[in-house]
């Protein structure tokens, strides 16, 4: 996004309250994560977030229940709800939610179709490659977080890291350094 030059940005600043305001309004509409940042921020206060994590992992469950029958239907699946964990992300800057709800999807999505993955193949290739980069950056993640929540997390990141470094991701795990547990 190109800067505004300086002197666009002085008679801005010049312009009668009123109109500002139109012009505001005109833009925030444009842009869907922003009004719903400003509606999470100005309106909810911030204290949606329990409830707007809710959403997130019913989504989960409701779409780990269909019947996937490849591992390119279930990495289909997870994308489309990790496009819905980023934006929870956009609008309320939970970054431990972000881990949270990562967390619960892919140990979800490996309880219910672990049959799936169990083997590495060509069929498996691009979920294996998805599932380590997901998991090795969750790891990321979760160690920038207050050291207070690393123990909330052990044990769900550990059951991660057994199913990704023993199923079809395992190749993958290893080629990015993934450990096998994750030490508190």
Known sequence: ?????SDLKKAIVRMPGAEKDK?????????????????FELIEHGQTIDERRELIRQFINRTVNLKQDSAGWLMMDMRT????????????????GEVDLMLYMLNTFYDHHAHLLHK?????????????KRTDQILKKAGKLDPDYFIEFADEIN?????????????YARQLGL??????
């Open 120 to 132: 590495y193949n060509s069929r498996t290739d691009k979920a294996a490659q998805y599932i380590a």
């Open 159 to 171: 059951k991660l890291l057994s199913w990704v470094n023993y199923a079809a991701p395992a190749h």
């Open 1 to 5: 996004m190109p800067a505004l030059d």
């Open 81 to 96: 709800i990790s496009g819905y964990i980023s934006r929870h992300l956009k609008v309320t800057k939970d970054k431990y």
């Open 23 to 39: 012009l505001l309004l005109r833009l925030i509409v444009k842009d869907p994560v922003l009004t719903e940042r400003l509606q």
């Open 179 to 184: 450990p096998k547990e994750w030490l508190v």
